[in-house]
């Protein structure tokens, strides 16, 4: 059964602390992506990877970190360093083709900050 | 930057009404993409258009991407209750990153049955 997971569905942080979210695809995709998601908000884009080991910022990338070790695998950190982190994270794949590649998106994790 | 403007931000219908979301950008784009969400869900990939004045149909969904290719619109006919949800244009820029989509903000349909 293909898709993209996303652990946990919801994920408490405490002031300071740095959390991991996990992104998980099994659809061979090259690309992935991390998008931001507030209420009554559009997608905002963190960072995304076009390919093993290689990624860039996107829009929003302060206060955040990523790896790309496994094609499979593409983890979002929330550092301390974001002051507003509470907000709806998605996780995206896709297969480049020639510039028209859509996106397919996992389930999301809910981050609140206690 | 690249901007993606859409309206209404929010839209109520009763059954059977008829739907309309506009988007806009601030560049020409190279294609758009249309996703819908639903609530507390991820976003679904519904539609992409490419060519300029373009017009795709899904049963009562009707895409249409502008001349200039800065706009697009979504219109739904004769809604229902299952057309709840979010819909999102994000483009492309022309000459940009082909990893890089801008998302609108939504407009988010309820429907009254």
């Known amino acids: 059964d293909g898709g993209i997971t996303q652990s946990p569905k919801y994920l408490f942080r405490k002031e300071g602390q740095n959390v991991t979210l996990s992104c998980e695809q099994n659809?061979?995709?090259?690309?992935m992506y991390w998008y931001r998601q507030d209420p009554g908000q559009g997608l905002r884009l963190i960072y995304y990877s076009q390919i093993v080991n290689d990624f860039q910022k996107g829009d929003i990338a302060e206060g955040y970190s990523v790896s790309r070790e496994k094609k499979e695998s593409f983890p979002l950190t929330v550092t301390s360093a974001q002051k507003n982190p509470t907000a709806f994270y998605l996780c995206?794949?896709?297969?480049?083709?020639?510039?028209?590649?859509?996106?397919?998106f996992g389930p999301g994790t809910r981050l609140l900050v206690l | 930057g690249q901007q993606v403007m859409q309206i209404p931000q929010y839209q109520h219908v009763q059954e059977g009404e008829d739907f309309t979301t506009y988007c806009n950008s601030s560049?020409?784009?190279?294609?758009i993409q249309w996703y819908k969400q639903r609530p507390g869900g991820h976003p679904v990939f519904l539609i992409q258009?490419?060519?300029?004045?373009e017009v795709k149909k899904q049963k009562r969904l009707t895409f249409q991407f502008g001349e200039a290719k800065k706009n697009s619109s979504l219109h739904i006919t004769a809604t229902q209750t299952t057309d709840v949800g979010t819909y999102f244009c994000?483009?492309?820029?022309?000459?940009?990153?082909?990893?890089?989509?801008?998302f609108g903000k939504g407009t988010l349909l309820t429907v009254n049955p």
């Open positions: 560049t020409t784009l190279s294609n």
């Open positions: 659809l061979n995709h090259d690309a």
């Open positions: 994000a483009g492309r820029r022309s000459g940009g990153s082909n990893y890089k989509l801008t």
């Open positions: 995206a794949s896709s297969i480049p083709l020639a510039g028209q590649e859509t996106q397919y």
């Open positions: 258009l490419v060519k300029s004045g």
